[in-house]
């Protein structure tokens, strides 16, 4: 699904990120799992991870992260419009996360829902605010990726418990002005034959949590790797390269590129096929692991703060998660 140009340009006024004080470091998992730094320094780049505490939910991170994002854009919590909140980790089933957050902002005027796509879940977001907003239904929107992973985790499985951290990331959109920046062209799509590959596979309807299924900790992340990375890999290029191709760039003109922060190895494969050098690939999975909705979120927040692009320039957001699905978009800054 695509869209390239909307009657309304719509821009990115505003970014903000969270992430609890708990730092989890591979030498202490490797203490409590049959793994080391080593391994899982050279299987995916991460360095360490952080934890929420126990009294901090998702929403208290993407409250954080969006208070952030307000002041940067120069909004007031009442100023907003429309909150969308990405996560598969929320506070609870029903109501959803994004309605705790509009309390606790203070967002009084903003219509407020979930939506679950796993990582793609902020792009997902992006497209369907971008959306709203140039068709005139609103005029600004809060976007966040949040998530608690560490609630879902299986601490004692090396092959998952060594990638996942929690955090939140958020945006602001809102009508843009002539000579500011747009989301120029955005993509997403689904895969719903590969469901299997990476799942929480209880706690929903077809598998309510018993006391037994715990223990077979069914409520925890389950992935096949090797598969999903190979799919990782080839869906996230072909979105990027629409967005780009949509967009009328070329790979010298990409100021930026922010993937989602899932594995070293899949970001190198993306950034080599697209043919973009790695100094123009923005990562920080070194210090935050796989925050799944949250992770392109944070990472555009820190690039963006942090000068890795400037006014007018061209940067590409792509990610990819559980469904499968996975989605892009070209932003002109
Ligand atoms: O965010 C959503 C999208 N998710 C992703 O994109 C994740 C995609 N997948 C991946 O990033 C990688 O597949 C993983 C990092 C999850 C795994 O890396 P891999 O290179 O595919 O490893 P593998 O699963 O094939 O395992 C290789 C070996 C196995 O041992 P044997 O069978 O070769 O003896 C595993 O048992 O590594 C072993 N292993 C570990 N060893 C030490 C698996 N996990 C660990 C560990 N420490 N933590």
């Keep these: 699904m695509s869209e390239t140009t909307s009657v309304i340009d719509v821009c990115i006024a505003g970014t903000g990120s969270y992430v609890p004080e708990r730092i989890l470091t591979n030498a202490e998992l490797a203490a409590r799992v049959d793994t080391s730094d080593e391994w899982i320094v050279t299987r995916t780049g991460i360095r360490e991870r952080r934890i929420a505490a126990d009294g901090e939910f998702t929403s208290h991170m993407a409250s954080k992260a969006a208070k952030r994002a307000l002041e940067q854009a120069g909004l ?29 902002l203070g967002a009084v005027r903003a219509v407020a829902f979930d939506i679950s796509a796993a990582c793609s879940g902020f792009l997902y977001a992006m497209k369907i605010s971008k959306r709203l907003i140039s068709d005139g239904a609103f005029t600004n929107a809060l976007i966040i990726g949040a998530e608690k992973l560490s609630t879902v985790t299986n601490w004692e499985d090396r092959s998952t418990c060594v990638l996942f951290g929690d955090g939140a990331g958020a945006a602001v959109l809102r009508r843009s002005e002539p000579g500011e920046g747009s989301i120029v062209a955005t993509e997403m799509g689904t895969d719903g034959s590969l469901t299997g590959l990476l799942s929480i596979p209880g706690g929903g309807s077809a598998c309510p949590i018993t006391g037994s299924n715990i ?19 080839n869906r996230m ?3 990027a390269e629409k967005v780009i191709a949509r967009a009328g760039w070329k790979p010298e003109d990409i100021a930026c590129i922010i993937p989602h922060q899932a594995n070293l190895r899949i970001i190198d494969a993306i950034a080599d096929r697209l043919a ?25 927040d820190e690039a963006n703060r ?12 792509v990610v990819f998660g559980a469904g499968l699905t996975w989605a892009a978009a070209a932003v002109r800054w």
């Design 306 to 317: 942090t000068g890795a692009f400037k006014r007018g320039d061209h940067i590409v957001l």
């Design 215 to 233: 223990n077979e900790h069914l409520h925890t992340l389950n992935m096949q790797g090797k598969e999903v990375f190979k799919v990782a890999v």
């Design 276 to 300: 973009v050098p790695n100094d123009r690939v923005f990562v920080n999975l070194d210090k935050y692991g796989n925050t799944s909705a949250a992770a392109v979120a944070i990472a555009l």
């Design 76 to 104: 007031a919590p009442e100023d907003i419009e429309l909150i969308i909140v990405a996560t598969i980790t929320p506070d609870t089933p029903t109501p959803a996360t994004a309605c705790y957050v509009q309390q606790q």
């Design 237 to 239: 290029r072909e979105a």
